[in-house]
């Protein structure tokens, strides 16, 4: 049973940035999905086991970045240049941990971080 733990969420301007965080229990492949009021959870970053390969939701190429620390199990999003749209709990989930790469599939997750609220207003 993998263990993950969101931070970083708040309240930031449009235009601002902000840096959240995932601890895991262990190694795995890991994404950053965002679920706003109303609407469905939808993938924004992976990176896989090794976090040589990365992929991005096109609504936020450009604008964010995943990265992680291999040696803590913590995975990063850096996001910049934030519009009022991109408001939602963010959680990051895990793959089961047999595979390597990752996926911006909700349902391919094994494993759920509780989230947190990213909230993008002036």
């Known amino acids: 049973q993998l263990q993950l733990v969101e931070s970083g969420g708040g309240l930031v301007q449009p235009g601002g940035s902000l840096r959240i965080s995932c601890v895991a229990s262990g190694s795995a492949a890991i994404g950053w999905f965002r679920q706003a009021p109303g609407k469905e959870r939808e993938g924004v970053s992976c990176?896989?086991?090794?976090?040589?390969?990365?992929s991005y939701a096109e609504f936020v190429k450009g604008r964010f970045t995943i990265s992680r620390d291999n040696a803590k199990n913590i995975v990063y999003l850096q996001m910049n240049s934030l519009k009022p749209e991109d408001t939602a709990d963010y959680y990051c989930a895990a793959r089961n941990v047999a595979f390597t790469l990752c996926t911006l599939r909700p349902s391919d997750m094994a494993y759920w971080g509780k989230g947190t609220l990213v909230t993008v207003s002036s």
């Open positions: 990176i896989s086991r090794g976090g040589i390969i990365t």
